[in-house]
Nanobody
């Protein structure tokens, strides 16, 4: 599967953005999907994940209550709605896909995902 992330940009603190990740192929609904981010000089970190059906979602404490992941299997697209953005949310955001069904702990692991998009830059100004 090929992934194309979009929707990044410059936003003021407190603002919102919605990222999209479009996937190629007819088997998108079989994949667990995740969003990760990487700020300059920092390691890539987990942001959100959603299982193949959309029935389960996962977030780290840093974004819980502010970010929402969703998917539309008919459109082969996963979304990340980001509200109440903070300057520390500034990073390149990547979507990722796993053909394996991931446990609640594995969804947070970078190496659990085989397919990655190219990233979209989100900049939050103070």
């Amino acid at each position: 599967v090929q992934l194309q992330a979009s929707g990044g940009g410059l936003v003021q603190a407190g603002g919102s953005l919605r990222l999209s990740c479009a996937a190629s192929g007819r088997t998108f609904s079989r994949y667990d999907m995740g969003w990760f981010r990487q700020a300059p000089g920092k390691e890539r970190e987990f942001v959100a994940a959603i299982n193949w059906s959309g029935g389960s979602t996962y977030y780290p404490d840093s974004v819980t209550g502010r970010f929402t992941i969703s998917r539309d299997n008919a459109k082969n697209t996963v979304y990340l709605q980001m509200n109440s953005l903070r300057p520390e949310d500034t990073a390149v955001y990547y979507c990722a896909a796993s053909a394996a069904k991931l446990s609640s702990t594995r969804v947070m692991e970078i190496y659990a995902y085989y397919y990655w998009g190219q990233g979209t830059l989100v900049t939050v100004s103070s």
